[in-house]
């Protein structure tokens, strides 16, 4: 017995800790949903205050009429050898209650914190551990009482919200049910044997509870009940004798009131021959050896859960990473291997192994031939505009045969709006790559933890990049500028070389009519007259073809100066730069750039925490349980 009760104790403790950890329900499985405890249910004035607290023997719990316990409360009771009882609330764990009239103030204080003073209910528990010689080690949880209607005050769904509150406690496996009936109530007609029926048919984990037995009428008696013959559970019913209201007006001793109780069945007529196992005290030792039972079955389970969670721990610790360590020269390795590891995600997007370096084949293979196709070469080619480069080219003297100035004019202004796409090229890649960065940085998981490094990586390759986008702004620019510099005699030869071909009103077309038409506008030139439509026409066709030719050059020259100077030496080069300061700086700069974020920080501690948790139970466990 001394064993499992240590088994129990450490059983509470586990419970506990996993409650402050905060490993108490939420998704899946946890050790608290495996970790055995015990419901107490009733309705409403059934009994159930009394009840515990003749359990704990200390009267500690609020009293009134209509609903009392408006939050459940989660009772753990610790047997210690000896010394002075106390209790803790979990939301107060520094603070040690030895008056426990103090404990049933704070108690309905913090109920009223949650739910006002109101009649409402909450299903935000309130943990409470008491600390005594006199108790057995268990885990008592108590539920508001069912009741059938709402009164003044209380919501509309006040019968079904707190069904629904206590169905969720008892409906788990762990669960064991306290199911308490007042005596002077048919048990048909007990709210809780009803609600542990639904959810425990086989009653295997059920305890039925009779109350008040003292204040039946004369002439009749519960023993039916007690005996099982009004309806059987798998275990016996225990009778129990409460304090009267005068008692507890009195504040009548919780062992005086335990030694009357004892008193009461030995001296009965009725329930004489039942007085071995009936009372508080019985309770308490019965609910205890069935607890120990259901350790005993369920340590199996529960070591494979610890050790399951235990794993996944030590997964998550590996994720978020492990603390970094005090020397300078391993802060320095940590910093130049995550810096290695976010270029190998932002050199992933780039060669296609995850996705938005597409995007800058993009930019090349439709924003920059949009943009070509959208400038205004059929304004600027107008025959109002060429005649008025073309005649101003002249100045005051005529071109004789040709306008060769006019020509070199107009291909030069028209070559100047290639700038505008070209520059656009530069900085659509330019944003891409920004954003590449953004996203790499963000899905460089090893550098999660380290905000203010994630900034200085962030700083130093934006700085990169707009060195690159500068030095590429200039190649491209120059590309324009050489194709101004330079033209591309051939090109008018070939045209002066083939005239250009004319259609007459019948549809055929006469090379004689195109040399007739030529000669007229020659002369015109040459004699200073107006210059005929047909001649400017020839001239911005001229212009228009050789910029077209331009227009081809530059849409393949483009793109290959943008990779050149910017995405090549992005993925050559983004954090040279950082790595030279890096190298340079002092242990304490080191440190701040591996300040952790708060949260993170905080994490991996509760992680840390919980991981001594469940191997301090495991160890405890397989101490204790297999001696």
Known sequence: MATMTSLIGLINKIQRACTVLGDHGGQGMSLWEVLPSVAVVGGQSSG???????????????????????????????????????????????????????????????????????????????????????????????????????????????VSDIENMVRSYVEKPNCIILAISPANQDIATSDAIKLA?????????????????????????????????????????????????????????MIYARRKEREYFETSPDYGHLASRMGSEYLAKLLSEHLELVIRQRIPSIIALINKTIDELNAELDRIGRPVAADGAAQLYTILELCRAFDRVFKEHLDGGRPGGDRIFGVFDNQLPAALK???????????????????ADGYQPHLIAPEQGYRRLIDGAISYFKGPAEASVDAVHFVLKELVRKSIAETQELKRFPTLQTDIATAANEALEKFRDESRKTVLRL?????????????????????????????????????????????????????ESYLRRIGSNVNAYIAMVCDTLRNTIPK???????????????????????????????????????????????????????????????????
């Open 48 to 158: 159930k205050s009394s009840v515990l607290e003749s359990i704990v023997g200390r009267d500690f719990l609020p009293r009134g009429s209509g609903i009392v316990t408006r939050r459940p409360l989660v009772l753990q009771l610790h047997q210690i050898e000896s010394g002075t009882e106390y209790a803790e609330f979990l939301h107060a764990p520094r603070k040690r209650f030895t008056d426990f009239a103090a404990v049933r103030k704070e108690i309905a204080d913090e109920t009223d914190r949650i739910t006002g003073k109101t009649k409402q209910i909450s299903n935000v528990p309130i943990h409470l551990s008491i600390y005594s010689p006199h108790v057995v080690n268990l885990t008592l949880i108590d539920l508001p009482g069912l009741t059938k209607v709402a009164v003044e005050g209380q919501s509309e769904t006040i």
């Open 374 to 392: 959208k400038l205004p070469f059929d304004r600027y080619l107008s025959l109002k505009n060429v005649q008025k480069v073309v005649t101003e």
């Open 197 to 253: 029926r639904d959810v425990d048919p086989s009653g295997e984990r059920t305890f039925g509870v009779v109350t008040k037995l003292d204040l039946m009428d004369k002439g009749t008696n519960a023993v039916d009940v007690l005996e099982g013959r009004a309806y059987r559970l798998q275990h016996p019913w225990v009778g129990v004798v409460n304090r009267s209201q005068a008692d507890i007006n009195k504040n009548v001793d």
């Open 480 to 532: 324009v500028e050489m194709e101004s510099s330079y033209l591309t005699a051939d090109f008018f030869r070939k045209l002066n070389a083939e005239p250009e071909k004319t259609t007459n009103p019948s549809g055929k077309k006469s090379n004689a009519e195109s040399d007739k038409n030529a000669k007229t506008d020659a002369n015109q030139s040459l004699t200073g007259e107006r210059l005929s």
């Open 561 to 627: 100066a943008v990779v050149y100077c910017q995405v090549r030496e992005a993925k050559r080069s983004l954090l040279s730069n950082f790595y030279a300061q890096v190298g340079r700086r002092e242990k304490e700069r080191l440190s701040a750039m591996l300040d952790e974020d708060p949260q993170l920080m905080e994490r991996r501690m509760q992680l840390f925490k919980r991981l001594e948790l469940y191997k301090s139970a495991r160890d405890d466990i397989d101490l204790v349980a297999w001696k």
